[in-house]
């Protein structure tokens, strides 16, 4: 097999509690996202067009439907006679079988796997962030200076700098400090949880973490600090552009809100940085002659008879007359029958809400807060659902 | 099941349509708002079950090899069957024209394959037909051919008409008759053992014969069973350019809709990835089929609009069809117009066209 | 996606302890077998030969090296986009892991798998038997007898019937008893391990065997004892060809012998039952002017100057001058120096045996015990390995 | 890494290898064992790390097609570039000789593919070769083209040569010429940016000239900077039936197997999936080339067998080369021969050829 220069490990296997219902049955990388994709699609997208073409996706949290979906990775033209797409689930040793504990303990339980690619470096990706990267340029600059590791770092707003991890840098972009979550942050730069290793010295620390039983084997509270403390040469990748860790139910609301800009700041029709996903086989949607659309996605295999205003419509929903979604997000197979509101709301995938429903909180234009309906819900006629919690 | 193959004769009349078909086989024109027309039938073929599909090409068929890629979307892409293009490969020697002598020029693609029934198709009748069904009412009429057919009163003088006796026997067969009698309009589409069908293409060879219907089935009429097989569901023959416009604007009714994408099976075409579609601020759409990668801020009105069209503010549209990347530009109006792709239409410009002579703008024409 | 009439459920997870240093970092249905093929090859053929395009293979132990092999199934055209090959490896769930407990639990913990296809019928199979078998003429077989179940079965030697679950049928192959490793036989009639169940009957007894706090979760021993007592129509499905279960080193060893026999019974040529595998990119094999080859298997990549006699020979293999390979197999890049006696061994891939070494027993003709070297395993010049501990 | 296109370019003169190219085009010609002479340029390409590669075809490619398959072995089976056929696609008007046009037809190809930078080659110079280090050697020249050569002190008529200065720089062309002064000869492989290939093939195509090399190359040398790279590794050039029997009994040298198969990189081809080759009681092999799927029970010397090849109880085989699925009945004795596909040799048959004119016995012949 061919020496890898690069290898990607993505870590998908976490539950994303924070997503309620949402993944009740499917883990967070696979959770629907911009009427069209899965939010793992992002990662996948840009390690294909940045040319990786050996990726691991570490997976443990009810799998099935991230393993379906990427399958043989051949919508991300990752599927390759020599290196590819390979899912990595914990496994069975001689001695017994492990979960994954933490984020470096992932990676840890699938050293063979990196070995037998042999590579220089190692990028560890997060399955959950909203972005476009381009990796190989990230690599460059890792390489022009020699450095040991690599942390790719936005700048987040000063209120905000407290829920990250914060790079402290000199002047040449070196790290000096790293605060996971400080109270009083003395720097906004943001850990975007974007890494990149020489793999020997990764393999050294990742066993050093191992043997350390008070360590949770995370690499954001544990294997970059040990680094910092000892190694010099760790460097943070400046990057600016759109990029989103979709962690709670409003965040990936707000995600989804964002593409509705005039000019979002995340363009999915770039023609030389396309978003690959599995396309489901639906012919073009169908607007009915009293439908009415506006500042919205809708994808293929819809039909709609009513109002869609400032929202996002995955493949497959039917609306039907003289229904209005507001603000909101449908997701893939979601039937709305006649006269329905639909008002700031994510409706999961394949739920019904049957004619003369109100969803959502207030009237469009409120201050309201979010409502979740839960994949797979029917909702009987004339129900009205506006809480904060999640059916 | 019964293992069976597939055979694509794209050996079509294709100039009815055209300026849609200078450049393109007929199988290769887009409708739909995303397919080709060979899809249909192939994806038929697919979703009976058939793993082994050959597609006969005789010339310009190179935008339906990109079309085709490696098979995959049909799930074609296997080591063993599959999708196999069959060029005409000349060497020297001057051709003929005719679709037996194309079928004669890959004797060994039959003599190579493992199936032993065939379904032989064209690509000129769009419709979501379950295969299944005719190949049972092939075997329980133990027919020699059976061939398949739908009840339709239009101008018959493109189409080929069967006499049926109370048997459902096929007892005569006409091509493009100006006043045919009956309404048994073929769909092109034929069931046979590979050995009758070899057996008739060689047959047909050594006399010197070129047409299938024709000279094989015409000729050898007495002598075989052919059966005719109804099928109920719709049907849209693309053999006009105003067939072709009336037909794609007949999918703006849901209920065609629904049955041409989903009845029987899915129909499977290249994947783009492309965004959603999306609507802006000034966007006032209705009674239209919508692609992805779409971006719409005017005005449309019972049209069809491909894959990443871009429809810039005060544009209005009506019943038109704007294939793939079409870009119109602000304040333009189009009428009863089809854009092939890769046009432009430039600020304010004003286009019409009728129904019954729908006027055609070429590939990357900026107008 | 479409109803699939059957779906097929490999059973690859077992470590194969019995094969020794073979199964220290492979499990055992990714034991090379036969100079060519992983013992999985067989079952994974008979499937795609068989017509079924939807195998799910069950994995626990080192299950990196057969990942890795089956990868996106193409090999065996099951790279299909829908169905194919998926690997089941244990996962997480919202309430935590669980490893597989037994053959039947491992089944039971992807019920969601097998739901999302929709199946009537589920083929069970092992992944570590050698045979060739049309599965579609078994399942035919069973819907003709409207079978609630239907088990393969073949006449094994009597004096051998006690190693087996062995099956009591009448007449007309219903099966009246089934004893697990029989202390005395009434038949020998043995299950071959390939089992087709009704989807909905096999739902319901999984459920229940796992409600059952003394099961050990198993087919054999409790699910089909149980199934025995409560239902009627249980089918032996009579099996006549060559089928092994190559548990131990000595019947791997042997298995691999019975491919040298003039006819062998079990027929790798024939063209309408191809046992396919991963084909490594080797040229053909080359033989020098002083080499002397008989009763042999050889695959490409090799280069031979010695003399093979009555051995498998893998790929990449390299046999020195004057050296002498009788009744062995020789897994795939093993070195072979000059001057080397090689006989009734089974050397490990990777190894590499220097000048002047004397491997196994005796001389060729004796009665000898078996000898295995380990994969990888460096052997210096002028060693003696006569043993049967496994080096 | 640079983004580099291949081009290969199929529009060879094959007569040159007579009942061999009967039927095939010469990229599809069978050699060393189980491969086919385009996997070596092919596997050069994707083992340098190009993923688009463009095969222009003119005539007789079907059996290069089925080789080819969905571009699988070779890892092109892609969304995004990959394999890519181009037949010509001729539509009514006459042909022309000559590779450039068959590029010309293309040109939309070129447009549309991404890369720079190209690699054309041929497929008659069987080699392993880095392409990566050819194009360094490119870009540290500054070079508009850079051919590939090596040295070789054979007869020359059937050589392109080429004359340079000291540093390398390429100031003469001849083709074929009958006896040439140097020994630089042409591994038919260019390197050079995209752009400067299609503006040479529209010059060439306006002035109605229809030859890359005499009239893209040689007629604008003097305003070109063409270098050569001088390839050291081992070369054979299928230029006749004698070389290419030739060049087959030289891979009987372990040295060359190791340097052709193995030196810079793995040569792909289409999988078959043949057992291990089998060796019975009978059999006596020595200096032989043996792929899977044989069966062997005679004796065997200084032959090349490819997959499958059946030989029987008595038989007695010498310096002949056997194509996939020949089966050779007890007691026959072959020499200097070679026999295409699906050879069946009889019972106790006696055959003879010279090295210097082996006998080559056509395709599904029994004899």
């Known amino acids: ?391 | 099941m019964k293992d069976v193959m597939g055979i694509i004769n794209l050996v079509e009349p294709a100039e009815l349509l055209k300026d849609l078909t200078n450049h393109r086989t007929l199988g290769a024109v887009p409708i739909g708002g995303r397919y080709r027309l060979i899809d249909f039938v192939l994806s038929n073929m697919v979703n009976a079950g058939l793993r082994n599909v050959g597609i006969f090409v005789q010339e310009q068929y190179r935008a339906l090899m990109d079309h085709l890629g490696t098979g995959r979307e049909w799930d074609l892409n296997r080591q063993r069957d599959g999708l196999f293009i069959l060029p005409p490969d000349y060497r020297g020697e001057e051709r003929n024209s005719g679709d037996i002598e194309i079928l004669h020029r890959h004797y060994d693609y039959f003599e190579r394959s493992r199936q032993d029934t065939v379904i032989m198709a064209g690509t000129s009748m769009v419709c979501n037909i379950d295969y299944q069904k005719a190949l049972a009412y092939h075997d329980e009429k133990n027919a020699d051919i059976t061939v398949i057919y739908h009840k339709s009163r239009g101008p018959s003088n493109l189409s080929t008409i069967f006499s049926l006796n109370s048997d459902q026997k096929v007892t005569g067969i006409q091509v493009n008759p100006l006043h045919a009698k009956e309404d048994n309009v073929s769909m092109k589409m034929y069931i046979m053992s590979k050995q009758l069908l070899m057996e008739l293409v060689d047959l047909c060879l050594c006399r010197g014969e070129t047409d299938f219907v024709k000279d094989g089935l015409i000729k050898n009429l007495s002598q075989l069973n052919i059966y005719g097989y109804c099928f109920n569901g719709y049907v849209a023959s693309i053999n006009s350019l105003q067939a072709y416009y009336k037909h794609s604007m007949e999918l703006l009714d849901p209920n065609i809709w629904e049955e041409l994408f989903f009845r029987s099976g899915l129909i499977y075409t290249k994947v783009k990835n492309e965004a959603p579609a999306q609507y802006g601020h000034k966007a006032k759409v209705s009674n239209c089929l919508v692609a992805n990668g779409c971006m719409i801020d005017g005005t449309v009105e019972n049209s069809i609009l491909f894959r990443g069209v871009r429809i810039q503010k005060g544009v209005h549209i009506k019943g038109s069809i704007l294939m793939q990347r079409s870009e119109i530009k602000e304040n333009a109006m189009l009428e009863g117009v089809i854009l092939d792709k890769d046009v432009v239409i430039t600020e304010g410009k004003h286009l019409l066209g009728d129904p019954g002579y729908p006027l055609v703008i070429g590939k990357k024409t900026v107008l």
Not at chain 1, 173 to 191: C, G, T
């Open chain 1, 1 to 391: 097999m061919m020496n890898k220069a690069c290898i990607a490990m993505i870590l998908a296997g976490g539950q994303g509690s924070r997503l309620g219902v949402l993944t009740k049955r499917v883990a967070k990388p696979a959770v629907p996202f911009g009427g069209k994709y899965r939010i793992i699609d992002f990662t996948l997208s840009n390690c294909a067009n940045s040319g990786l073409d050996t990726v691991g996706v570490l997976t443990q949290y009810q799998p099935l439907a991230l393993n379906t979906y990427i399958g043989i990775g051949s919508s991300w033209d990752l599927d390759r006679k020599h290196g590819g797409v390979t899912v990595l689930p914990p496994f069975v040793r001689e001695n017994g079988g492990e979960w994954y504990k933490g984020t470096a303990n992932a990676v840890y339980q699938n050293i063979d796997f990196i070995e037998a690619h042999n590579p220089e470096h190692v990028l560890i990706l997060s399955g959950d962030h909203i972005y476009k990267m381009d990796y190989a340029a990230m690599l460059t600059y890792h390489k022009q200076r020699q450095a040991r590791a690599t942390i790719a770092v936005i700048q987040v707003p000063w209120e905000e700098a407290s829920r990250f991890g914060i790079m402290n840098v000199d002047d040449q972009n070196k790290i000096v400090e790293f605060d996971e979550k400080p109270a009083n942050p003395r720097s906004n730069l943001a850990s975007m949880g974007v890494y990149i290793f020489n793999w020997p010295i990764l393999k050294q620390y990742l066993e050093a973490d191992e043997a350390d039983p008070s360590s949770s084997n995370d690499f954001g509270k544990n294997v970059i600090p040990k680094m910092l403390a000892s190694e010099n040469d760790l460097y943070a990748y400046p990057y600016s552009g759109y990029w989103k860790d979709v962690g709670t139910l409003d965040s990936l609301w707000e995600a989804n809100m964002d593409l509705l800009a005039e000019k979002p700041s995340l363009d999915l029709h770039e023609r030389n940085w396309r978003i690959y996903s599995v396309n489901p086989t639906q012919p073009p949607h169908f607007l009915a002659d009293q439908s009415i659309i506006q500042d919205s996605l809708i994808n293929e295999g819809c039909i709609v008879y009513g109002l869609v205003d400032h929202s996002v419509i995955f493949p497959g929903v039917r609306i039907g007359k003289n229904s209005k979604i507001h603000d909101s997000v449908l997701m893939p197979n979601v039937t709305i029958g006649e006269n329905v509101i639909v008002s700031k709301a994510i409706i999961g995938s394949n739920a019904i809400i049957e004619e003369d429903c109100h969803i959502g909180q207030g009237d469009p234009g409120d201050e309201q807060e979010l409502t979740v309906v839960a994949e797979g819900a029917h909702i009987k006629s004339r129900s009205k659902i506006a809480t904060t919690a999640q059916v």
